[in-house]
């Protein structure tokens, strides 16, 4: 459909969403994803976010998405491990959580909470603005956490959960630049 803002808005949240993975054309199940619909004076996106992404060993899948409704454009974050992974002519699939990828988050979130270094992290916890990237290695996770202000990373054992490795960064907003002003599109 080619309509304008307002237009968009009134046809409803769900009606955009649904706008947004077809034209996104991904199979797209929103259960795996925190759906954003934000607006702003020009734009209108569409935004399906994972806060928490795994990249197994030797695989490559397409993880956040989005799209502008109104100029048309789209986002889409691809990942592979490892990093190098040669994908031409190779058709990239949507990111899929199984019970082995499900089992191991849930392993690296009681990591994280039993750790004094780095502090709580709850599934639920995390917003727009933040990711976690876990890279699966052959004896252990690299995990990077970023978010407005400040990063982590560090390294998780797989067999022991023993967290290593640890840095943090802290970050400040740009002195000078002025924030486009998001609403979120509710129904």
Not at 27 to 47: F, K, R
Not at 116 to 123: P, T, V
Not at 156 to 178: L, M, N, Q, V
Request: glycine share 4%; proline share 5%.
């Amino acid at each position: 459909m080619n309509l304008n803002k307002e237009e968009w808005i009134k046809q409803g949240r769900t009606a955009i969403i649904e706008e947004a993975i077809k034209q996104l054309k991904m199979p797209i199940d929103t259960c795996y994803y925190n759906v954003y619909v934000m607006t702003n004076e020009t734009q209108l996106w569409v935004s399906f976010h994972m806060p928490i992404k795994i990249v197994p060993q030797n695989t490559i899948a397409y993880y956040n998405l989005g799209i502008d409704l109104i100029n048309r454009n789209q986002s889409k974050e691809i990942r592979a491990n490892p990093s190098n992974f040669n994908y031409e002519d190779y058709k990239v699939p949507l990111f899929i959580p199984t019970a082995e990828t499900e089992a191991q988050i849930d392993f690296i979130l009681d990591a994280i909470n039993k750790s004094d270094e780095i502090g709580n992290l709850n599934r639920g916890e995390l917003g727009w603005k933040d990711d976690m990237l876990i890279i699966e290695e052959a004896d252990h996770f690299d995990i990077t956490l970023v978010s407005y202000l400040y990063e982590s990373f560090y390294k998780i054992e797989k067999e022991t959960g023993r967290i290593y490795d640890a840095g943090h960064a802290h970050g400040e907003p740009p002195p000078f630049e002025e924030p486009v002003k998001w609403e979120e599109v509710k129904d």
